[in-house]
Structures are given as structure tokens and as C-alpha cells.
């Protein structure tokens, strides 16, 4: 059973620069929601994707923007980077609307901004 | 006050010690609720989903309190590989939305 994968694993971005992370979701699941986790918090919602269109999005400014394709899979893209974006980035799949909405997360995109 | 709050920790417990961890959530729209268990640099595992009427996994016992708007993990026998941060997350009626908070640290001491 493939669980959710992420690429790439680490990356370091200069600001101002833009990036691209990858996210394949658990087989047979639908959905993908994206949260970004900074040292010693929790993870914070960014948005989630099903059925190709964003349908909830945190607080999160619209330099975040991201895509989910027909395979399901999704891209989470960053424009005009900060140092503040520095955070593990993790991506998680489920079954919308699902009755008891388990999550599952990939390992998660280390983005270091500098 | 915040979503979700949790006592940050640590808790250092000495190996076969009962452990427990609370987690407030402040909107009673409140819907699903979860216990998820993450090792240092990795990802969250989702430890288990809590129900109204409490559930039990082996040595862990999940329990909802509605009234005071709580959730609780409770882990018997105390084991090393126990060690991690515990987030509990909060699911809203009608959001897709999942909040966290910002974990538990737990350190089973031999």
C-alpha cells in the first residue's frame, strides 16, 4: 500500500525566489491538504484540494498557491520567499468528505530560505 | 486564547509510569478530534481518532470531553519507544480545516 509521498525531501531557496513542492497521496485517497510546521509549533492549515479546485485555505498570504492534478497528486508553490517560509512543509491525504477525516502525512518538504 | 492548546511539556516519566495529556479546543462547532504522535524531524502518525464514547488502542486510551471541551490521551506502561511529541488536532463542523496544537513533548526515562 503506497502511503503519501513528497519531493523534493530538503531544499534551500534564496529570498525572493520561488518554489515548487510535490505531494502523491495515499492510494485511494482524493484529497490533499497542505500545512507548513515551523520549528516547535504545530502544523498550520495552508489549504486543502479535491477534486482539482482549493476548497478551504488557512491564513496564509496568496503567495502560497497550489494545484491538484487528475491523478490527484498536488504542488504547493511559494512566490517571493522569506526568511519567515523556512519550515517543514507537509502534506497530508485523506477521503473527503469522510466520515472520521483521518489524515495522512508524507515525510514532508524541509525548506530552508536564506 | 488559542484554537487548540496543549501543555508543551516535558514530561519526563520513568519506563511503566501512567502518563496523560490534555488538549482544550476553544469552538464547540467541534467535530472530529485526533491523537497524533510525531518523532523528531519526521512526520505526524495519526495515533488514533477519539470518539464520544472513548476508545482504547492497546495501552493508549483516548477520551472527549464535550462539556469542558477537552480531549485527553491517556498511555499505560510507559515504554522508551514511547518518547515523541503528542499533537492533538480538531476537525470543525462544515470546515475541512484541521487545527493543531502545538504538542506535548513526552521523554520515558529507563
Known amino acids: 500500500d503506497a502511503g503519501v509521498t513528497q519531493s523534493p525531501t530538503h531544499l534551500i531557496k534564496t529570498r525572493g525566489q520561488q518554489v515548487t513542492l510535490r505531494c502523491s497521496p495515499k492510494?485511494?485517497?482524493?484529497?490533499v491538504s497542505w500545512y507548513q510546521q515551523a520549528l516547535g509549533q504545530g502544523p498550520q492549515f495552508i489549504f486543502q484540494?479535491?477534486?482539482?479546485?482549493?476548497?478551504q485555505r488557512g491564513n496564509f498570504p496568496d503567495r502560497f498557491s497550489g494545484h491538484q492534478f487528475p491523478n490527484y497528486s498536488s504542488e504547493l508553490n511559494v512566490n517571493a520567499l522569506l526568511l519567515g517560509d523556512s519550515a517543514l512543509y507537509l502534506c497530508?491525504?485523506?477521503?473527503?468528505?469522510?466520515?472520521?477525516?483521518?489524515?495522512?502525512f508524507g515525510p514532508g518538504t524541509r525548506l530552508t530560505v536564506t | 486564547r488559542k484554537e487548540v492548546e496543549q501543555d508543551p511539556g516535558p514530561f519526563n516519566v520513568p519506563e511503566g509510569a501512567t502518563v496523560a495529556f490534555n488538549c482544550t479546543y476553544s469552538?464547540?462547532?467541534?467535530?472530529?478530534f485526533f491523537w497524533y504522535r510525531q518523532d523528531c524531524r519526521k512526520e505526524p502518525k495519526l495515533l488514533m481518532s477519539?470518539?464520544?464514547s472513548g476508545n482504547e488502542d492497546g495501552r493508549f486510551t483516548a477520551q472527549l470531553n464535550r462539556a469542558s471541551q477537552y480531549i485527553s490521551l491517556l498511555i499505560r506502561d510507559s515504554k522508551l519507544s514511547d518518547s515523541a511529541t503528542y499533537l492533538c488536532?480538531?476537525?470543525?463542523?462544515?470546515?475541512?480545516?484541521?487545527?493543531f496544537g502545538t504538542g506535548t513533548k513526552l521523554q520515558v526515562i529507563p
Open positions: 497530508a491525504s485523506s477521503l473527503f468528505p469522510g466520515q472520521n477525516y483521518e489524515q495522512y
Open positions: 484540494y479535491y477534486e482539482e479546485e482549493e476548497r
Open positions: 477519539v470518539y464520544s
Open positions: 488536532a480538531v476537525k470543525s463542523r462544515g470546515y475541512q480545516k484541521v487545527t
Open positions: 469552538n464547540s462547532a467541534s467535530q472530529s
Open positions: 492510494s485511494g485517497h482524493d484529497t
